[in-house]
């Protein structure tokens, strides 16, 4: 079993939809949780971190993350052709990332 | 500005060969990071560096020899390329070991061997 999972997707929405993004894991001494997003070609771009359970908004983005259940989403509210790219999300381990394998996310406008 | 660079974004090469990429991070950062980006996108840390001092050494083939001349440049060398290093190198870099979980990554070395 993977330290974390995540669905590979890919995802098709229209444009303006509001997207969930999941990540679960097993290993429970994770404290910090990210979101990067990549464009095709391109490096990851950070887009968030939590620290801990909870939620953090940046603008159309969500972050939660539910540490009794292992689970962690983005959500993307009014969702834009922009926003189409694969979405890792990552979780720290002694001064490492551990990366999920990436959901495709499609917009369509 | 960018932030973190790579040389050279592409690469071919053949299976034998030695071969070298180079990073850059002009961003004042402690802690540099190599990784391993494979065909079905899953990203896999392969070396860190902190202030020039190996901390993280993956289980990562022999024939990978990372080196940091200073604290801005991580250098990554490969040599007896096989078919299996086919893949998508990048450089990351955080402030510092404590803040691993705000990486900026460089836009990444394709490595084709053949």
């Known amino acids: 079993q993977k330290e974390v999972e995540q669905d590979p997707g890919p995802l098709s929405v229209p444009e303006g939809a509001i997207v969930s993004l999941n990540c679960t894991y097993s290993n429970s001494a994770f404290q910090y949780f990210m979101w990067y997003r990549q464009y095709s070609r391109k490096g990851p771009e950070l887009l968030m971190y939590t620290y801990s359970s909870g939620n953090k908004e940046d603008g159309r983005f969500t972050a939660q993350v539910d540490k009794s259940s292992k689970y962690i989403s983005l959500f993307i509210r009014d969702s834009q052709p922009s926003d189409s790219a694969t979405y890792l999300c990552?979780?720290?381990?002694?001064?490492?990332?551990?990366f999920g394998s990436g959901t495709r996310l499609l917009v369509r406008p | 500005d960018t932030a973190v660079s790579q040389t050279p974004k592409y690469l071919v090469t053949q299976m034998g060969n030695d071969k070298s990429i180079k990073c850059e991070q002009n961003l004042g950062h402690d802690t540099m990071y190599w990784y391993k980006q494979d065909s079905k996108k899953f990203l896999k840390i392969m070396f860190s560096y902190n202030n020039k001092e190996l901390i993280i050494n993956e289980t990562v083939p022999n024939r990978f020899s990372p080196k940091s001349p200073d604290k801005a440049h991580l250098n990554l060398h490969i040599n007896s390329l096989e078919l299996g290093d086919s893949a998508v190198y990048f450089c990351?870099?955080?402030?510092?070991?404590?803040?691993?979980?705000?990486?900026?990554f460089g836009p990444g070395t394709r490595l084709t061997v053949t």
């Open positions: 990552a979780m720290d381990s002694s001064y490492k990332l551990i």
């Open positions: 990351a870099s955080s402030q510092d070991l404590a803040e691993a979980y705000e990486q900026y």
